[in-house]
């Protein structure tokens, strides 16, 4: 976890507490959206990771209207749904102080150290389970 936020860090200059929030966020996501099987690959391959999506989880939905709309929408299945929380997403990480470039960092770093420890096939897996996903992260 630590790299990972390093990386983070390094690529937007956030800060170390809002780099493993945004990871925590982003980990929730997957572990909510996306197959089962990569994902708690992912997850077991990164230390700390299941402690910070349940950090994220305790810190509240936020989101602001974004977080409320996508929050009532992800209830709803498939492509509906995942676009739904992918809204919300955004919200909670805008909420932390994120920007849409420094959002789009942060993802692109958790799927490339992702693709290093699980390997790019399984995270593939995870991109093409979300919709939407996979072509925000140019990994389609």
Known sequence: M???IQRIVAATGIDEGVARQAI???L???KKHA???PV???LNSIPGGEEAVAESAEG???GGLMGALGGMLGGLGGAAGAGAGMMALAGQLKDKGLDMDQIKSVGMQVFQYGGEQIG???MREIAQGIPGVGQM???A
Do not use: Q
């Open 40 to 42: 708690g690959d992912l």
């Open 28 to 30: 929730g996501f997957m």
């Open 35 to 37: 197959p089962e099987g």
């Open 2 to 4: 630590e790299e990972l």
């Open 60 to 62: 509240g939905s936020g």
């Open 137 to 139: 992260m140019g990994k």
């Open 24 to 26: 925590g966020l982003i």
């Open 120 to 122: 790019p096939d399984r």
